[in-house]
């Protein structure tokens, strides 16, 4: 059996035959530090038969679905949410009863399938697809990612066996490996305090300013939907707090209030640090580059009273010295040719025993322990690999880069976020420097522990999240909450820094 799987999003046959795209049409909403998405699709089903389609395709790892309606014919049908046994048997029954029909289901977090039953033979179906998302940071910008591919996924045995479909035949049904379609998008961006500047790594795009905002489209009518869009937003105050207030019909008031803590006396600590490095099959060409460009950066990171190793991984381990080593010259020079030599040509991304291996390994005396992951991470075992990484989080956190267009976001940020580190994802060509520092800053640099918040002279309603963990020095938090009654106070974060107590303020003031 293959063990590499998937496909590019898009709409098939339950005869694995493609139902031709007619349009693919985005249209983004970006205020602040939040995103509004629609997506729309137009396929037409040309079998003479009617067909079952499945339309496997991805979303932000953290989006909020919050609107799915489907256009067939003349019917327009709009989603409901049910239990997922239920909706299962509901589609079943309307499927055998010879009616048409239409489920989605989540199968990752960040990638969805819908299916519709009983398109009839020459019928057009559009889908129209709306999420909210919060924006990522990358150094002094915001950045919006909106996903395209669903990128080939390896299946470790274990997801490869014992029941039919698979995990990973569910997540990546077969379909054709290139198709002919492209997407056209746009997107309207306003910030508070003024835009800056727009840019884009992933794509060429034409901006517009106008007024108070900006209007951002690609340069072709349309692209090739293989590779996620990215787009990095400099607001003017780019190193301002800030704080978003909204009213809502029934007199409460939504916040969103972002902070940039910033302490005085931040200093580098030494660290046992562990690079693990994805060698499989999946990194050939531009990924392995973008690997050995970064870690010949990471490298020259390290200072002295550090150990290190480097820890490549496929369908087996290759540890450089078998045991974290003081960074010195010698070992330096020996891990600068030993990166410039690496290959992918480890086989396929085990990538949980790799972790499982370098997480047992006993710390440097005295040194806390880091581990930097270098990977595609297109795996199907997301979910034990993110658990494993949150059952060592008191000991070890993980600093992860995604690499290559079509990296899994949802792997490498949660396997981040469990292990209470960071994350940064590395295209083709792009400038790595700031990248690889902003990592070490936080990977080496104090934290912010003991975190919490108070909501001074607010009646507050609800928090999201509810509990802050460790926070990086410099880096910004945002936090969401209802609130009742005039909205007017101050939030105050608190926590333990290096120095001591220290508490940030913002002042809210609905008027």
Same mark, same amino acid.
């Given at each position: 059996m293959n063990d590499i799987v998937g496909p590019p999003a898009g709409l098939q046959s339950k005869a694995e035959r493609p139902i031709p795209l007619l349009g693919v049409q985005v249209d983004a909403e970006i205020r602040g530090a939040q995103s509004r998405v629609v997506l729309r699709q137009r396929y037409r089903n040309t079998e003479s038969e009617p067909v079952e389609a499945v339309y496997v395709f991805p979303v932000p790892e953290a989006a909020a679905l919050c609107g799915l309606a489907v256009v067939v014919g003349e019917r327009r049908i709009e989603a409901r949410v049910a239990e997922r046994e239920e909706a299962f048997a509901e589609y079943d029954d309307a499927m055998q009863a010879g009616h048409g029909a239409v489920l989605l289901d989540q199968e990752r977090p960040n990638v969805l399938t819908l299916s519709v039953g009983n398109l009839l033979p020459g019928q057009?179906?559009?889908?129209?697809?709306?999420?909210?998302?919060? %924006?990522?940071?990358?150094?002094?910008? %915001?950045?919006?990612?909106?996903?395209?591919?669903?990128?080939?996924?390896?299946?470790?045995?274990?997801?490869?066996?014992?029941?039919?479909?698979?995990?990973?035949?569910?997540?990546?049904?077969?379909?054709?490996?290139?198709?002919?379609?492209?997407?056209?998008?746009?997107?309207?961006?306003?910030?508070?305090?003024? %835009?800056?500047?727009?840019?884009?790594?992933?794509?060429?795009?034409?901006?517009?300013?106008?007024?108070? !905002?900006?209007?951002?489209?690609?340069?072709?009518?349309?692209?090739?939907?293989?590779?996620?869009?990215?787009?990095?937003?400099?607001?003017?105050?780019?190193?301002?707090?800030?704080?978003?207030?909204?009213?809502?019909?029934?007199?409460?008031?939504?916040?969103?209030?972002?902070? %940039? /803590?910033?302490?005085?006396?931040?200093?580098?600590?030494?660290?046992?640090?562990?690079?693990?490095?994805?060698?499989?099959?999946?990194?050939? =060409?531009?990924?392995?580059?973008?690997?050995?460009?970064?870690?010949?950066?990471?490298?020259r990171s390290l200072q002295e009273g550090d150990h290190f190793d480097i820890v490549g991984f496929g369908s087996h381990c290759v540890s450089l010295f078998g045991a974290s080593r003081p960074y010195d010259q010698a070992s330096l020079d020996e891990a600068a040719r030993h990166v410039a030599t690496m290959r992918a040509d480890l086989g396929g991304t085990e990538i949980l025993p790799a972790l499982e291996m370098v997480l047992v390994r006993p710390p440097a005396a005295g040194l806390e322990r880091r581990v930097v992951l270098l990977t595609d991470?297109?795996?199907?075992?997301? !979910?034990?690999?993110?658990?494993?990484? =949150?059952?060592?989080?008191?000991?070890?956190?993980?600093?992860?880069?995604?690499?290559?267009?079509?990296?899994?976001? !949802?792997?490498?940020?949660?396997?981040?976020?469990?292990?209470?580190?960071?994350?940064?994802?590395?295209?083709?060509?792009? /400038?790595?420097?700031?990248?690889?520092?902003?990592?070490?800053?936080?990977?080496? =640099?104090?934290?912010?522990?003991?975190?919490?918040?108070?909501?001074?002279?607010?009646?507050?309603?609800?928090?999201?999240?509810?509990?802050?963990?460790?926070?990086?020095?410099?880096?910004?938090?945002?936090?969401?909450?209802?609130?009742?009654?005039?909205?007017? =106070?101050?939030?105050?974060? !608190?926590?333990?820094?290096?120095?001591?107590?220290?508490?940030?303020?913002l002042p809210l003031d609905p008027a």
């Amino acid at each position: 059996m293959n063990d590499i799987v998937g496909p590019p999003a898009g709409l098939q046959s339950k005869a694995e035959r493609p139902i031709p795209l007619l349009g693919v049409q985005v249209d983004a909403e970006i205020r602040g530090a939040q995103s509004r998405v629609v997506l729309r699709q137009r396929y037409r089903n040309t079998e003479s038969e009617p067909v079952e389609a499945v339309y496997v395709f991805p979303v932000p790892e953290a989006a909020a679905l919050c609107g799915l309606a489907v256009v067939v014919g003349e019917r327009r049908i709009e989603a409901r949410v049910a239990e997922r046994e239920e909706a299962f048997a509901e589609y079943d029954d309307a499927m055998q009863a010879g009616h048409g029909a239409v489920l989605l289901d989540q199968e990752r977090p960040n990638v969805l399938t819908l299916s519709v039953g009983n398109l009839l033979p020459g019928q057009e179906l559009a889908v129209e697809l709306e999420w909210v998302a919060e %924006l990522g940071r990358e150094g002094e910008a %915001l950045r919006f990612a909106l996903p395209t591919t669903v990128a080939p996924r390896y299946a470790p045995a274990a997801d490869r066996a014992g029941v039919s479909p698979t995990p990973a035949e569910r997540l990546s049904p077969p379909v054709e490996a290139e198709v002919s379609y492209g997407f056209a998008f746009s997107a309207l961006v306003e910030l508070p305090g003024g %835009l800056a500047a727009v840019e884009s790594p992933s794509h060429p795009v034409r901006i517009a300013f106008e007024d108070a !905002h900006a209007r951002v489209e690609l340069a072709t009518r349309e692209s090739p939907m293989d590779r996620d869009l990215v787009l990095l937003l400099t607001p003017r105050q780019a190193a301002a707090p800030l704080v978003q207030l909204e009213r809502q019909p029934d007199g409460s008031l939504v916040a969103a209030v972002t902070f %940039l /803590p910033a302490v005085a006396g931040e200093r580098r600590l030494p660290r046992d640090i562990t690079f693990l490095v994805d060698r499989s099959g999946s990194m050939h =060409g531009s990924s392995i580059e973008e690997v050995r460009r970064a870690l010949q950066l990471c490298l020259r990171s390290l200072q002295e009273g550090d150990h290190f190793d480097i820890v490549g991984f496929g369908s087996h381990c290759v540890s450089l010295f078998g045991a974290s080593r003081p960074y010195d010259q010698a070992s330096l020079d020996e891990a600068a040719r030993h990166v410039a030599t690496m290959r992918a040509d480890l086989g396929g991304t085990e990538i949980l025993p790799a972790l499982e291996m370098v997480l047992v390994r006993p710390p440097a005396a005295g040194l806390e322990r880091r581990v930097v992951l270098l990977t595609d991470g297109e795996v199907t075992n997301e !979910h034990a690999v993110v658990a494993l990484a =949150g059952a060592h989080a008191e000991t070890t956190a993980i600093f992860t880069f995604g690499i290559g267009y079509g990296a899994s976001e !949802h792997l490498v940020r949660a396997v981040a976020r469990a292990s209470r580190g960071d994350c940064e994802m590395i295209f083709p060509g792009e /400038p790595l420097e700031a990248k690889v520092l902003r990592q070490f800053a936080r990977l080496a =640099g104090p934290a912010l522990a003991d975190v919490t918040l108070a909501w001074d002279g607010l009646d507050l309603v609800a928090q999201n999240p509810h509990r802050l963990h460790r926070l990086f020095v410099s880096d910004p938090v945002t936090v969401y909450a209802r609130l009742r009654g005039s909205g007017t =106070g101050t939030v105050r974060l !608190h926590a333990r820094g290096p120095e001591g107590p220290c508490a940030w303020a913002l002042p809210l003031d609905p008027a």
